[in-house]
């Protein structure tokens, strides 16, 4: 009995399955040895975060919770000029949420609404579904077809390592409400955007200028039933979503660094967000990203290098992307001492590739991280750099993005969603993940290294 039981409890313990090792020459990379999660510091804040503050949408009490973890932690870790700058962020609140067919048979839907949705009348708004496969097909609904109706976008989204399906799919919350108001569709159900087969919906941002109707989406076997129902004939469902708009609070951006030894005017950001969707406990959305550039810095403490590495937690990514906005304004007369940006921002798994995009001389310069990274099996990208969400402005503003890919295969599985918990990170892939950065973060910190300037967008202005 003894041993059974102890089989089972290290089946428990055990964290999940890495994924399989990114393919690359065999010569160049050593088995990685096994890791124990609790030495893995991005993964115990990761954990810490969801467990202590958990879901924190933007104003939310937990979103407060959130900026006192940030600021508990920061200095806990020994980073310096902790502090939080504030920045005003909109409110929006899920409330009760319910759908479910009512004909041709009654059952159940699992569903959630779309950030920004508008909320349905008290008793729901009540149906016939149209069916269309595409954003095409909706932009060519009419009021004959839509009118009166519920309008259903029933788009698949595949895996891929570098989750490059995401950005074809995700464009349905924003523009397929506005393509289903036209036709003067009642609401709209979405197919969920992501890559898992479980019961369960991934909310995500509609926008707060989409459509003026009720929003859900519902899980992908939901959508793929509600599909073979309406091969059949006629379908109505209910949905009832009890969503609220409250005036802007206050959240802020949490900011710590590691102080530069000989150059600590010019600073190197490691970004990532502290806001998450309610459903779950943002564990990798973006919990990860947030232990990531923790335990980065961290591992700076001990031995700073010549150029100060600054740390920002930003707020609101999720709803509206305020805090990365008001970074820029507040940091304005010293962007162009930002040598570079990173910002970690594809949840749990190993980092295969790396990118930069800077001036002329960025990619001969940084291909001295060549060896470094091949080391840790990740390879130099010849693609530029694309950048995250919150340092858009920063490229902006001529500041060179430095990209830290990672493995998104499974990432889409649960993003968004109520299973974004601890369960879903991955301590080996984070362990690998955080080496990864501190080698990109110690380059770009080193005196010499000059990645140039972008070129200035002033439309982004
Ligand atoms: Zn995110």
């Not at 409330?95 to 009512?102: P, R």
């Not at 788009?155 to 289903?180: E, N, T």
């Not at 009642?186 to 926008?207: E, F, I, K």
């Not at 990208?381 to 500041?399: F, I, K, S, Y």
């Amino acid at each position: 009995v003894g041993a059974v039981l102890l089989v089972l409890v290290a089946a428990c313990s055990r964290p999940p399955a890495p994924h399989p090792p990114v393919a690359v020459a065999a010569s160049t990379v050593t088995t990685p040895a096994p890791v124990d999660p609790e030495r893995v510091l991005a993964f115990t804040l990761a954990r810490s975060l969801s467990d202590q503050v958990g879901p924190r949408l933007a104003g939310s009490p937990g979103d407060a919770r959130a900026v006192a973890w940030a600021l508990r932690e920061m200095k806990r870790l020994g980073l310096t000029d902790v502090h939080a700058e504030p920045v005003a962020v909109p409110v929006w609140e899920r409330g009760a949420e319910s759908c479910e067919i009512v004909e041709p048979a009654a059952r159940r839907l699992v569903a959630t609404a779309l950030g920004w949705s508008v909320p349905t009348p008290p008793e729901g708004i009540t149906a016939e579904v149209i069916e269309v496969a595409s954003l095409e097909e909706g932009a060519r609904l009419t009021r004959d077809v839509a009118g009166g109706k519920i309008v259903f976008y029933n788009i698949p989204m595949a895996p891929f390592r570098d989750g490059r399906d995401y950005g074809r799919v995700v464009p349905v919350r924003s523009k397929g409400p506005v393509l289903a108001e036209k036709a003067g569709a009642l609401a709209v159900l979405v197919r969920s955007v992501g890559t898992d087969h479980a019961r369960r919906a991934h909310t995500g941002s509609m926008g707060r200028d989409s459509a003026k109707i009720p929003t859900a989406a519902i899980s992908v076997p939901d959508a793929e039933s509600l599909h073979r129902l309406l091969v059949a004939g006629p379908v109505r469902v209910r949905l009832s979503l009890e969503t609220r708009t409250r005036p802007d609070a206050e959240s802020a951006n949490v900011v710590g660094e590691v102080r530069g030894t000989r150059d600590p005017g010019r600073l190197v950001l490691a970004g990532a967000h502290l806001d998450a969707w309610d459903l779950g406990t943002g564990s990798v959305d973006d919990g990860a990203g947030v232990g990531l550039v923790l335990a980065a810095a961290h591992a700076f403490t001990r031995s700073p290098p010549a150029r100060t590495v600054r740390v920002v937690l930003f707020a609101a990514e999720e709803n509206s992307g305020a805090g990365g906005k008001a970074y820029v304004k507040a940091h304005e007369p010293e962007l162009g001492r930002h040598v570079a940006a990173i910002e970690m921002d594809a949840g749990t798994g190993r980092v295969y590739e790396a990118r930069v995009r800077g001036g002329a001389g960025a990619a001969g310069a940084f291909a001295a991280l060549r060896g470094p990274l091949a080391a840790l099996g990740v390879e130099i990208g010849t693609e530029p750099a694309g950048g995250g969400a919150d340092t858009g402005l920063l490229r902006a503003a001529g500041v060179p993005a430095i990209d830290l890919r990672q493995d998104a295969t499974a990432y889409f599985d649960v993003h968004h969603t109520v299973d974004d918990l601890p369960e879903a990170l991955d301590p080996a892939g984070l362990d690998q993940a955080t080496r990864a950065l501190e080698a990109v973060l110690g380059f770009a910190a080193r005196e010499e290294v000059d990645l140039g300037r972008l070129p200035l967008d002033a439309a982004a202005k």
